[in-house]
């Protein structure tokens, strides 16, 4: 429920609403806007009878809030969210192109990358160094030494750091090094994981579970924010559907529908989306025109000799040519593509 208060309402009027929603086991959420101050209720799991609400005074109107993920949800927060990472934004009409290798795998490999993306306009740089394996006799990622060579890579480059965390007995090793803590599509749904994000303040980045309808991935994006963390970016990495011919379906429709429903920044992976190398590039314009706020590529300098996703990792050549043809887009899509 949305509570809008007139414009004439005094702070006195304001702090009975407020006591009243606590009263009934809510939470008041002050939602200050330029033209409209309203109070948002959180915490009720079903509709909630507003009568009581109703005669109370200073109260312009009532809205019933339709969607269960409140905090992700437009309907309290009508502006795009824009997150700022070390001064790269993320949101609204930024297009942010996140890039570098599945896996970190050496210190030349991850440096030589970054280099190169940043060359072409990458504004982050990602790379794994702890690795979420299908087997466990694949190579799981080198740990500590590769988020070790991803600050030197940043220090060289000036990129921010995107890597995953695979479990909560990480974090606190992986906060030390990440700009963006990226959840992975198996983790979407790890709760424990999700709610101890929420007390922290460093953005992160929520891949979409491979089975996982969009309200679910909404709502794995609402524990984050009801823990206190307004810094979640959204990835869209593709679901596991009937067709064998890509490692998965890309959905870019639900890009758009969550720009619709949500003011949470959406990124599209169409590497893990496609898991093909000729189908990076044209996924990548299409997530620009389906209203996307930029991608995230797997980018890597040999890419046959990649020891993890080979078959989808472009060359830091393709890449640049990538760039260029979405620098080129961007004015028709208005977004803004450095
Ligand atoms: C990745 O980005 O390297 C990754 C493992 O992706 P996902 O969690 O989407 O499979
Ligand atoms: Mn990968």
Do not use: W
């Amino acid at each position: 429920m949305l509570i809008v208060m007139r414009n004439d309402a005094t702070d006195q009027q304001i702090d009975l609403v407020m006591a009243k929603i606590k009263n009934k086991g809510f939470t008041p959420l002050p939602l200050p806007g330029t033209q409209r101050t309203a109070i948002g209720v959180v915490g009720n799991e079903s509709r909630i009878d507003s009568s009581e609400f109703e005669i109370l005074e200073g109260i312009k109107e009532i809205i019933h809030v339709s969607k269960p993920y409140k905090l992700a949800g437009r309907e309290f927060f009508r502006n795009d969210t824009i997150i700022n990472v070390e001064g790269v934004s993320i949101g609204g009409r930024n297009f942010t192109v996140i890039a570098g290798p599945c896996s970190v795998e050496s210190r030349e490999q991850i440096i030589k990358t970054a280099e190169l993306v940043k060359i072409s306009g990458a504004g982050l740089l990602r790379g794994g160094a702890f690795k979420p394996r299908t087997g466990p006799y694949s190579f799981q990622g080198l740990g500590k030494k590769g988020l070790e060579y991803l600050k030197e890579a940043k220090k060289i480059s000036g990129m921010p750091i995107v890597t995953e965390l695979m479990h909560l007995k990480y974090l606190d090793l992986v906060m030390e090094y990440a700009d963006v803590i990226q959840i992975g599509a198996r983790n979407m749904q790890n709760y424990d994981l999700l709610q101890e994000l929420g007390a922290i303040k460093k953005p992160v980045l929520l891949k979409r579970g491979m089975a996982a309808t969009m309200e679910e991935f909404l709502l794995a994006a609402e524990y984050i924010l009801n823990g206190g963390n307004k810094n979640v970016i959204l990835c869209e990495r593709g679901i596991r559907t009937f067709e064998r011919s890509t490692r998965n379906t890309l959905d870019l429709s639900i890009v758009s529908l969550i720009r619709e429903l949500s003011h949470l920044p959406v990124i599209v992976d169409p590497s893990h989306g496609t898991g093909r190398r000729s189908l990076v590039a044209p996924m990548s314009f299409a997530s620009m025109a389906c209203g996307a706020s930029g991608l995230m590529l797997e980018v890597h300098p040999d890419p046959k000799n990649a020891v993890s996703d080979a078959a989808q990792s472009i060359t830091p050549e393709e890449f640049a040519e990538i760039m260029s043809k979405l620098k080129s887009m961007a004015m028709i899509f208005d977004k803004i593509c450095p």
